[in-house]
């Protein structure tokens, strides 16, 4: 394909991309991209490496790195760049998650690690704390036992290689040592094994470098001291070029180990420019309004947006309703949501319920509520390691082919995962794998398409499915499916969800509608509504008990109120109850801890306090 100019380059689709964003996109320089909820921050990353793909600017053979946070994040933004830019020019675009690039780097130059951190190939992935601190109790009782349990994770996570100066540096080189033994690894020392290869190996070093002449770093407020340590030794002092995106007005995640300082470290051992974009593409003009007067005088910041011109000036709500008890609460907002499905046609998808966090206490009585009588509602946190799965979406794909006539996007989708599994693949090959999958496809329809299957029969269906695309190949290529436990885990996880869910309609498509959630109104934390959107926000609880550590951490807590606010497009409503039932009986509600937030609402002149009964 002849490189198009890079003066005659447009944004792919016809957006158009406001000023400072199109220079990001066609520069080649160390950006610091600051940009607030709706700026289209991910998007601005996909039409980049457009540019740069298309005009040769990432010259060939070098390639452009993508770091995110989610794999869905990641999965998005390779799917975006391969839709606009191609098949043949998206294969130098590598989208990842931290995780699954220090687990790439870690597995192909395991042989670079010195005998101290000897590791054979096939390890397994300890996937949560409570399994490291098991190997310190085992090895010293009275250190586990005496010591706080954070500390003793600070203690084992930090950079290689280790000291000898105290005991507690010995007792780690202990258990770092018998899980090196025994192939036992968390997700943080698989990053810190990848950060030694790079500090202790510069031809290493210098190769990953030249292979990547751009790095893509999104959701930047929320890298973590690891993350970040990690980076810096892979690129730091490179020619390659960086772009970070971010806004600190979401810095939510500093309790999980986020930098504080990570923007102001980024501009100056990059020597990153820092580049505002202004434009809010989500949010209707009176949302816009409000989530500037909070940016400005709760937050402290004065990056302030501007609305898209396609909304109309008077768009926009926000109420804060009061209730006496979450009785009435529950049942008038029932009636409430009732009726903008029913008169105003808002599909279900598109309402979210958002809570701060005990998701069980503020709304599990009101999702059984809104089940009992006629409205669909779920914890969207039960499902999310289902629905953010590759492995798990190109299975329900494949079977929405199977057994629905239109299955719309289902088999492109379910090719798609299969061609990322075979990369090494030309395009005569992939014609062929795609006949081939055409034709699997046939013979399950001959041999399943019909009702009444039992349970076994339906995890039978869904082994087939795997076994098409291969196990082992799924698990090379998925970092996070090398635990065969967590392999069988989430495959497990959406085995059962859907027999259960077809057992009950005995109706497979139904059943696969019900697994993805459709006409179903989600119910989540803030935490897990990061990066999405709704037309319409109703977040329960806006009272002293959800914000329980606002007196400890007020900063990250302003910023997750305005986390759930700037979901909304049009219409966001906060509800306070005078009484709430917790997990120590009821008590009562108070907004005396975040007055402050409740001032701030009153005074932008654009929310409506209001009493309802």
Not at 179 to 196: C, D, G, N, P, T
Not at 288 to 299: E, F
Not at 423 to 445: N, V, W
Not at 531 to 539: D, I, M, Q, S
Request: hydrophobic share 40%.
């Amino acid at each position: 394909m002849k490189p198009i100019k890079t003066d005659e380059w447009i944004p792919a689709d016809g957006l158009e991309l406001e000023k400072n964003a199109h220079n990001v996109a066609t520069e080649v320089k160390n950006s610091l991209v600051v940009a607030g909820p709706g700026a289209g921050k991910t998007e601005l990353l996909a039409q980049k490496a457009c540019f740069l793909l298309q005009t040769n600017t990432c010259r060939y053979p070098h390639k452009i790195l993508a770091i995110s946070f989610k794999r869905d994040a990641a999965s998005n933004l390779k799917e975006r760049v391969r839709l606009r830019c191609g098949d043949e020019l998206s294969k130098r675009f590598d989208s990842l998650t931290f995780d699954s690039f220090a687990k790439q780097i870690l597995d192909r130059f395991l042989s670079a690690l010195p005998d101290t951190f000897r590791l054979v190939p096939e390890y397994d992935i300890l996937l949560n704390e409570k399994s490291v601190l098991e190997y310190y109790r085992a090895e010293d009782i009275d250190f586990y036992g005496s010591t706080n349990k954070d500390k003793i994770i600070k203690l084992h996570n930090v950079q290689l290689p280790f000291s000898k100066d105290s005991s507690e540096e010995v007792l780690k080189g202990k258990v770092w040592s018998r899980m090196m033994r025994e192939s036992k690894l968390s997700f943080i020392m698989v990053m810190r094994l990848a950060e030694y290869i790079m500090v202790s190996n510069p031809k290493i070093r210098s190769y990953l470098q030249q292979t990547y002449q751009f790095v893509f770093l999104d959701e930047f407020q929320d890298t973590t001291e690891i993350q970040y340590d990690f980076f810096k030794s892979c690129f730091l002092g490179s020619s390659s070029f960086f772009t970070a995106v971010g806004d600190d007005k979401q810095r939510i995640m500093i309790w999980a180990g986020a930098r504080k300082t990570v923007f102001e470290d980024f501009i100056n051992e990059m020597g990153a420019e820092r580049i505002p974009l202004n434009m809010n593409f989500r949010c209707a003009p009176r949302l816009v309004t409000l989530l500037n007067h909070l940016t400005k005088h709760l937050l402290g910041k004065d990056d302030l947006a501007l609305p898209s011109p396609k909304w109309r000036e008077d768009q926009g709500e926000c109420q804060v309703w009061i209730f006496e008890n979450p009785e009435s609460e529950m049942e008038i907002l029932f009636k409430d949501i009732q009726k903008w499905i029913n008169e105003d046609g808002i599909d279900p998808r598109c309402i979210c319920i958002l809570v701060k966090q005990q998701l069980d206490v503020y709304a599990g009585e009101l999702i059984d509520f809104f089940n009992q009588n006629g409205i669909k509602a779920r914890d969207e946190n039960v499902l999310q390691d289902v629905l953010t799965q590759e492995l798990c979406n190109y299975v329900i794909d494949t079977l929405y082919v199977i057994f629905k006539n239109k299955s719309g996007n289902a088999k492109e989708n379910a090719f798609n995962f299969l061609r990322n599994l075979h990369t090494e693949l030309e395009d005569e090959q992939l014609l062929k794998l795609e006949i081939a999958l055409s034709g699997f496809i046939k013979g399950l329809r001959e041999k399943w398409n019909k009702n009444g299957l039992s349970e076994d029969q339906v995890k039978s269906l869904i082994d087939e499915i795997i076994e098409f695309a291969g196990i082992d190949r799924i698990r090379a290529n998925y970092p996070h499916y090398k635990n065969i436990v967590e392999f069988n885990r989430i495959l497990g996880l959406l085995k059962a969800e859907l027999i259960k869910d077809y057992l009950s309609v005995n109706d497979m498509c139904e059943a696969l509608d019900m697994v993805m959630g459709k006409d179903t109104i989600p119910v989540m934390t803030i935490h897990k509504s990061k990066g999405l959107e709704y037309h319409t926000v109703v977040f329960i609880g806006l009272e002293d008990g959800a914000f329980w550590s606002f007196d400890r951490q007020p900063d990250e807590d302003k910023c997750a109120f305005f986390v759930a606010l700037s979901r909304a497009k049009e219409k966001v409503m906060f509800t306070l109850s005078k009484k709430r039932t917790g997990r120590f009986g009821e008590q009562k509600q108070s907004i005396n801890k975040i007055k402050v937030i409740f001032d701030e609402l009153q005074k932008s002149g654009i929310v409506q306090i209001v009493q309802r009964k």
